[in-house]
Each structure stands twice: as structure tokens, then as C-alpha cells.
């Protein structure tokens, strides 16, 4: 497990060097992480074909409930990582022979990766949640173009604002939720919510932590934005009137990367959290 290291030698957060090893990590463990993505990327898969069939004849409520398995899915593919990063636990489990320590070991090895799974699942229910006050509706949208236009608006007519003060209070509490996202690495590795929090909090790592997150999406982005580029071109693909099928393949390709940046920012950050902890052998905490 781990547990905090000596407040005498405690090291830095280097965001740079810490997306380098999530990149590293996934360059380097490309075959066990294909292993790894098969399933949860297949969920997915399937779960984005539902949403994208049933079309705007599903509430946001409902896709939330659809998605919901591929939720579970990416929670063990990436509590999976967080284990063979940090104890270098392979799945399926290799056993060292000694039945009363194999027991221990998948005992403690399976709380965690349950953990981390509930708590992801639970951390992205919620996002949706505040992500459904973000949302406007086409009625708001037309209210607000015409006050951008410099018009009044008719008569009996009201404006929600709420969706804009909500991103307006989150981006300014960024500092505090953004590190909260991140509560599986801590549920995976065997460490205390309040340790994991506490050490961001002190050591003021939440902006260098949101810094390594843009350092490990941005090339995805830049690498989807260019192939999918190529795609649209290769295919005569119409952007403004897709298929289902083009639409269904984009949403795919999009989706793979998602997982790609989770397994990426995931180690990154457990990466550069692990420095503030270290290991001890045993199950218990």
C-alpha cells in the first residue's frame, strides 16, 4: 500500500516530467493495455450506438443510465492501470504459490479495484448531474441571441441564468473540485481520501495537477482533430449531414481516445501523488 512519506524529504509535482511517464507508460505497456481496453472500449462502443440510435428521443436522465456500464467499464480499466503502475499487479494475477499471502494480496487487490470503480462511477454521476445545470435550452439560447443583438426581449419572456452562473462558479472553484475527479487513484492504491486531498491541498499541487491534465489531452486532441481531418476527407464525409454510420465511426474513434487520455492522465497523476506516499508491504491500511 501507501502511506505518507517523511515530511523532512518531500519531493515536487512536476507536471511536465509526470505526463512524460503517462505517455511513457502507455507506449511502453501498448500490448497489455490493448488486452486491457478490449472490453471496456467494446462497451462503450455499443453504449454510444445506443445514444447515437436513440438520437434526441432520450433524455439527458436516460443517456445518463445508458452510459452507465461504460462507466463501470472504464472504472476497472483504469483502476487496472493504477494497480500495474503503481505495484506492478498484472491481470489476471500472478500467484507466488504462498496460499495464506495470495489470499491477503487479492483480498486487499480487490477491495481497491472495487473502490475505484464505485467511486468513479459515482465521481462521473455526479459531473452529469452538474453538468445537466450547464445545459441551455434552444428557447434560452434564442432569448440570449436576441439580447446579444441589442434587442429587447417580448413581452412575458425570462432568462435562466443558472447554467451560466454554474460554469461561472466552476471555473472559479476550479482549485477545489478538479483535485476530487481524481478520488479513484487513491481508492485503487490503498491510500486515504483525506491523505489524497489533504497532501493536494498543502503542497498546492491543484493547479499543476489541472496543468499535467492539459499537457496529457492536448496532443490527443491535436491527433484527433488532424485524423480525423484525413478521415473526413479520404470519405467525402459531410460534416453538417452525417450518416449514422459516419457518425457512429467518428463517435468511435473519439471514444478510443478518451480511454487513451484516461489510462495517460491517470498514471501522470498517480505518478507525481505516488512521490508525496510511500510503499509498504501488508494489506492493511
Not at 467494446?42 to 436513440?54: P, R, Y
Not at 484516461?262 to 501522470?268: D, E, F, K, R, Y
Request: glycine content about 4%; hydrophobic content about 50%; aromatic content about 14%.
Amino acid at each position: 500500500m501507501l502511506q505518507h512519506s517523511s515530511q523532512d524529504n518531500q519531493p515536487k509535482f512536476d507536471m511536465v516530467e509526470s505526463s512524460g511517464v503517462g505517455y511513457h507508460y502507455l507506449y511502453h505497456e501498448r500490448e497489455y493495455l490493448l488486452k486491457l481496453i478490449a472490453l471496456p472500449f467494446l462497451i462503450k462502443f455499443l453504449t454510444t450506438l445506443m445514444l447515437t440510435l436513440f438520437g434526441a428521443n432520450i433524455s439527458y436522465f436516460s443517456a445518463s443510465l445508458v452510459i452507465m456500464p461504460s462507466l463501470f467499464a472504464e472504472g476497472w480499466l483504469l483502476a487496472q492501470v493504477i494497480r500495474s503502475f503503481a505495484f506492478n499487479e498484472r491481470w489476471p494475477m500472478m500467484l507466488s504459490g504462498e496460499t495464506d499471502a495470495d489470499k491477503a494480496k487479492l483480498r486487499n487487490r480487490q477491495t481497491c479495484i472495487i473502490a475505484a470503480i464505485v467511486t468513479y462511477v459515482l465521481i462521473h454521476m455526479i459531473f452529469y448531474a452538474v453538468q445537466s445545470t450547464l445545459m441551455i435550452s434552444p428557447e434560452d439560447f434564442e432569448l440570449l441571441a436576441t439580447l446579444s443583438n441589442g434587442e429587447e426581449l417580448p413581452t412575458g419572456a425570462d432568462v435562466s441564468y443558472t447554467p451560466i452562473l454554474v460554469a461561472l462558479a466552476l471555473v472559479f472553484t476550479m482549485i477545489f473540485w478538479f483535485p476530487l475527479i481524481w478520488f479513484y487513484i487513491p481508492a485503487a492504491a490503498n491510500i486515504y481520501f483525506k491523505d489524497f486531498y489533504l497532501t493536494i491541498v498543502k503542497q498546492r499541487m491543484a493547479l499543476r495537477i489541472i496543468g499535467c491534465y492539459i499537457i496529457c489531452l492536448i496532443p490527443f486532441l491535436a491527433g484527433l482533430a488532424i485524423f480525423s481531418n484525413v478521415i473526413v476527407t479520404a470519405f467525402s464525409i459531410d460534416l453538417t449531414n452525417k450518416s449514422m454510420a459516419e457518425t457512429i465511426f467518428l463517435d468511435s474513434i473519439s471514444q478510443f481516445i478518451s480511454l487513451l487520455v484516461g489510462i495517460v492522465s491517470t498514471v501522470a497523476i498517480t505518478s507525481g501523488i505516488s512521490q508525496f506516499f510511500e510503499r509498504k508491504t501488508g494489506t492493511e491500511k
